[in-house]
């Protein structure tokens, strides 16, 4: 399929741009095959660069022969183009429509996109799994990577290579992936070098309402333990959902059948009720006119918090159960792409020093995220505005960063990256230039070929020039756990990203580069004393010996 | 000291607010005259001030002992087992006596003595100098004037003894609208705004009830109008709600009628008064008091708390009265009922919005005592009352000690680069507006941020102070060094003749980099954090069952290895 296709208008004079916060702009709209952009044509800047495929929704209207194009974007912002001609108007917005919702992944844009930066690294190569093993190999040799799924055969949503008790051969991993919804069994997620207990992570038994069981299963759960040990497995569905998923042949561990393992059930949600929540969030937080008690009913109607809290207080558990219990962890709810990723991934930040890192926390979001196989074409595939009401999509992913943004907000020094790391990988998750998140799982991305033909995120960000821009000036590494406060008073809501187009950050952002100036400023001092004090140093052992010679 | 039965109680607990483990300290529990003191076996005191309590409580009997729950209006809430009934009862009533003395003279800060002589007490109070602070807004001038009309405390007994009036308002026509005002509290002028020349002038309700006049309040009201040489029509903002102004003018009182005043704009702006201000920080503090709060009970209850509400109106009318002097040029005379209460958080807020002096530690004070001590707060109800208490010569004033202590006030990253007149213009969007953590749980260790930027800058900024001192240190001996080694090798080449070979690069290889100022490790700290602490699960008593090895974090503060 041509693009020219789809584009009838590929360019209106005298459109207006309206954006909050700046003044309107009149200059040219360009439509291209991925891009929206509108230029003024003065100083050679483009006043709107706009990905197609970040465009939620939008919403035309007409007076008389001007027509309104209203555009939501993914990353929740909304800008509105006044465009002079009705069937100029319709032609763009129909064009807006096709493109930003194409059906097929290989005509999105990282097929497409030739990057200007030279690549120093190439992000494809920069996480591998068995570098990651090595890791764990100096502390630990009860464990191997297995091969068992090199051709996804075994689960599909898997990687080709995963970490799993050594005792177990991939005989019984094949058997146990029978008894695993979508041949999801327990893989580990991550190793505790401190007192060497893991948490491990995996689909729903699928034990049915007959009880069925898997001895490998079990077997392969129990070689986790040491002797006289026992283990928690942590369900992130309440008992109740957990008891009707047997109807569907899913289910949970029944104490019989694993008694050294103890089961604590987490409610946190999943699909339409996070979507759904979403939607209200940004709506309450899009509208400025609410009076004080309309905000707060509607922040707390949207229940955004309520799952932040969940979530975090379900990874925080996980954590201590590791770290203070000395008990080794089992994660999973349904399938183990959600909320099960959500835990694992979050007691990670709190237990791990290294995944407070720029580099560890890029290893996390491959590992626990693109590795694991959470879909993220599926849960990205619309934001806040959309109205289709799929059953697949889901901010699953945003809350995790939401999180991780509480946790840093309250250990602010024990992280390397800051606050724009993270709205960067949203904005990425959502809509991109890069491959990364492309697809819902490995198996996907082999076969779309992805390192081939786009280029991946990590390669643009782990240049220099960019890392800059990520990096938290108040950064001092720690290898501390650190639990966060999980009370409500202690969660806020995400400025960064909910309020990023409602407000102006001017003197929020005059106060941060005052902030980074004391910090830089202190830096040279230091650097300074330094010189002087060596100086000093030679000065007076010259001294001395032109002294006694 | 006649309320005091038990003195020392020990093997008391105290328990932590928002823990789920039932965690506690135990110590040993001292009542004296002014205060509550708890010493636990880590030495750590907690001094609580019995002028400070809002309530006690005892709670019913548990196996561990008699609970006692002790709530301060600084927001701090202490809840002690006591073992003993008997002495939980003691303490308990002595507490109730000692914190409700009806007696100025019994309050602590009569007794108080930090050690200042005579001669810096009196200097002490004399740190706030109005006249000096009228003289720094440009008054009296050519429209405003001093007047001794209230020297005697005759027209109004909470109004100061000097106020700065128009100076075309004669004392007749004062005290003639001194007469239509509640408690005689007539328009003076508040905050003078030099490069506006408008005013800010406060008042209390008139006694208008539904259609008396009165000429000389009339005349007041022009000549406040007419001081403003720029703009004729002036601002009256009534605080109130329109419901309970209307209300007040069955009891006589009520609000200006705008047919009998010439030139005034009248304006609501729907401040709630005291009564209903006291129930939501009660109810708000109900609400974040819960243990186990939901985020739903949180925010439902913050909704219906109204606090917020409170505080964005109080907001909205500071910039309104800031808008009107900053955009028209107008200026605005503000009362509510008595016109010490909504008046004074108004016309503060908005001086401090217009003047960045009053945004400066030294400006910040003396802008509380224009609004707050000499109309009105803080020890005595006016300055009349003050003067009957001898509180310069009893008591201390309070701001050479917040002065001298000013560093832990300084915010590292105020710039001095903000002109004088620069106007703050707060959004008042609603999702701006964001429950005070930091004042209401002050004293909750658990749910602020474990590492401060706050605290990290302002030290960073004291660092650099001290390095830039080590600096000019180092290059001064440095010079020296340098001036001593050229004569040192003059000479020498007097003697040798031939120059010695430098020696710099052997000693800068065993040169070994000097650790910093010590302040630098202490720089970054993680204040003890625990899973403990955060009510992660219902099932912590099981986990606590038995208590961990590894909780070295619990208390005090952990140093981040580097």
């Given amino acids: 399929m041509e693009f020219a296709e789809l584009i009838k208008t590929p360019r209106v004079d005298n459109v207006v741009l309206h954006r909050p916060f700046y003044p309107a702009v009149e200059g040219t709209l360009c439509l291209t095959g991925h891009h929206l952009i509108l230029s003024s044509r003065q100083d050679n800047t483009e006043e709107l660069w706009l990905l197609h495929s970040n465009i939620d929704a939008i919403d035309k209207r007409f007076v008389g022969s001007l027509g309104t194009i209203i555009i939501k974007c993914k990353d929740f912002r909304i800008i509105q183009l006044d465009i002079p001609g009705m069937e100029e108007c319709l032609n763009i917005a129909s064009s807006i429509e096709a493109l930003s919702t194409l059906d ?446 | 000291m006649e309320h005091i039965r038990t003195t020392k109680v020990e093997q008391v607990k105290l328990l932590d607010r928002f823990s789920t483990s039932n965690k506690s300290l135990t110590g040993t529990l001292y009542l004296t005259a002014t205060h509550l003191l708890f010493i636990d076996s880590h030495q750590k005191e907690t001094w609580i001030l019995h002028h400070h309590i809002a309530s006690v409580e005892k709670l019913a009997l548990t196996t561990s002992g008699c609970p006692l729950v002790i709530q301060c209006k600084n927001f701090r809430i202490v809840h002690f087992i006591v073992p003993r009934e008997r002495d939980c009862h003691d303490i308990y009533n002595s507490l109730l006596q000692l914190s409700k003395q009806a007696k100025y003279e019994d309050l602590y800060a009569f007794s108080y003595n930090p050690k200042q002589n005579d001669s810096e007490r009196l200097q002490g109070w004399q740190l706030i100098d109005l006249a000096e602070e009228y003289k720094r807004m440009g008054v009296p001038n050519s429209h405003w004037q001093l007047s001794d009309a209230n020297r005697e405390y005759k027209i109004c007994e909470t109004y100061p003894r000097e106020l700065y009036v128009p100076r075309i308002a004669s004392k007749p026509i004062i005290v003639g609208s001194s ?190 005592h224009i609004h707050s001590c000499q109309f009105g707060n803080f020890l005595g109800n006016c300055q009349k009352e003050r003067e009957e208490l001898k509180l310069k010569e009893k008591t201390y004033s309070l701001w050479p000690f917040l002065l001298e202590d000013q560093k832990k006030y300084l915010n590292p990253l105020y710039s001095f680069k903000s002109q004088r007149f620069t106007v703050l213009e707060p959004n008042t969007v609603s999702f701006n507006f964001k429950f005070w953590r930091n004042m209401y749980h002050q004293f909750d260790r658990t749910l602020h941020p474990r590492q401060s930027v706050f605290n990290i800058i302002m030290n960073m900024n004291e660092q650099n102070k001290q390095l830039q001192k080590d600096i000019q240190d180092l290059e001064s001996k440095i010079k020296r060094h340098k001036n001593k080694q050229t004569d040192g090798i003059l000479t020498k080449e007097l003697v040798h003749s031939v120059c010695p070979e430098s020696p710099t690069l052997k000693t800068s290889l065993c040169f070994k980099e000097q650790t910093l100022l010590p302040v630098n490790d202490a720089l970054r700290t993680i204040e003890g954090s625990s899973p403990a602490d955060n009510r992660y699960s219902e099932y912590a008593e099981e986990f606590s069952k038995s208590e961990p090895a590894v909780v070295s974090l619990e208390y005090g503060v952990a140093r981040m290895t580097c």
């Fill in chain 1, 104 to 549: 097929s992944i290989t005509l999105m844009y990282p097929f497409f996109y030739r990057p200007m930066f030279e690549v120093i690294e190439d992000g494809w190569h920069s996480f591998l799994p068995e570098q990651e093993f090595e890791l764990y190999s100096s502390a630990t040799s009860e464990w191997r990577l297995s091969y068992v799924n090199k051709e996804f055969a075994v689960c599909p949503s898997y990687p080709p290579i995963v970490i799993v008790p050594k005792s177990v051969d991939d005989e019984a991993l094949r058997k146990v992936a029978t008894f695993r919804h979508g041949g999801r069994f327990p893989v580990l997620s991550y190793y505790h070098k401190k007192n060497g207990m893991v948490i491990m992570r995996s689909g729903q038994p699928l034990t049915g309402t007959n009880g069925r069981r898997c001895k490998e299963d079990e077997k392969l759960i129990n070689a986790t333990l040491r002797a006289g040990k026992r283990g928690y497995i942590i369900d992130t569905r309440s008992l109740n959902v957990a008891q009707q998923a047997r109807a569907k042949g899913g289910g949970f561990e029944q104490e019989a059948h694993y008694p050294q393992w103890r089961r604590i059930h987490k409610s946190i949600e999943r699909y339409h009720i996070l979507q759904e929540s979403l939607i209200k969030f940004v709506e309450a937080c899009n509208e400025q006119t609410h009076n004080m008690d309309r905000w707060l009913s509607k922040l707390e109607a949207s229940n955004w918090l309520t799952h932040i809290k969940e979530i975090l207080t379900t990874a925080c558990l996980a954590a201590q159960c590791i770290d203070r219990e000395g008990a080794s962890v089992l994660i999973h709810g349904t399938e183990g792409i959600d909320s099960t990723l959500q835990v694992t991934s979050l007691a990670q930040i709190i237990l791990e020093p290294r995944s407070r890192t720029i580099r560890g926390f890029e290893a996390l979001t491959e590992r626990e995220w693109l590795q694991a196989g959470h879909p993220f074409q599926q849960r990205c595939a619309q934001s806040a505005y959309c109205n289709s009401k799929q059953k697949w999509e889901a901010p699953v992913f945003l809350l995790f960063l939401d999180c991780v943004w509480q946790i840093l907000r309250q250990f602010p020094c024990s992280f390397e990256f800051n606050e724009h790391f993270l709205i960067m990988l949203f904005e990425h998750a959502y809509a991109s230039q890069f491959g990364t998140f492309l697809g819902n799982n490995e198996s996907e991305r082999c076969k779309l070929k992805l390192q081939q033909k786009t280029m991946s995120l990590w390669s643009w960000v782990n240049r220099p020039n960019e890392l800059s821009k990520f990096t938290n000036p108040l950064f001092e590494a720690n290898n501390l756990v650190i639990w966060p406060s999980v009370a409500p008073q202690s969660l806020q809501l995400w400025e960064g990203i909910f309020l990023r187009w409602n407000r102006t950050s001017k003197y929020l952002d005059e106060a941060y580069e005052e902030m980074v100036n004391i910090i830089e400023y202190n830096k040279e001092l230091q650097a300074k004393v330094n010189i002087l004090r060596r100086q000093l140093a030679e000065l007076e052992t010259e001294d001395g010996m032109q002294e006694s010679p």
């Fill in chain 2, 179 to 368: 007469k239509f005002r509640s408690k005689g509290r007539f328009p003076v002028l508040s905050y003078y705004h030099q490069d506006k020349e408008a005013a800010i002038c406060r008042c209390s309700q008139p006694l208008s009830g539904f259609s008396a006049r009165c000429l000389e309040d009339e005349h007041l009201l022009q000549a406040v109008s007419k001081a403003n040489p720029v703009n004729r029509y002036m601002y009256v903002m009534d605080t109130r709600p329109k419901l309970n102004a209307m209300a007040n003018r069955a009891a006589g009182k009520g609000y200006e009628n705008e047919d009998n005043y010439s030139n005034i704009r009248f304006q609501f702006v729907g401040i709630e008064n005291i009564h209903v201000m006291r129930s939501s920080l009660q109810k708000l503090l109900e609400v974040s008091g819960t243990k186990g709060l939901s985020v739903n009970d949180f925010y439902s209850g913050l909704e219906s708390s109204g606090w917020l509400r409170h505080i964005k109106a109080v907001m909205d009318a500071a910039i309104f009265l800031a808008k009107a002097i900053m955009v028209e040029n107008a200026s605005v005379l503000v009362h509510c009922s008595d016109g010490w209460d909504r008046t004074s958080q108004v016309c503060s807020l908005g001086s401090l919005l217009l003047d960045s002096y009053y945004r400066t530690i030294k400006g910040f004070m003396i802008h509380e």
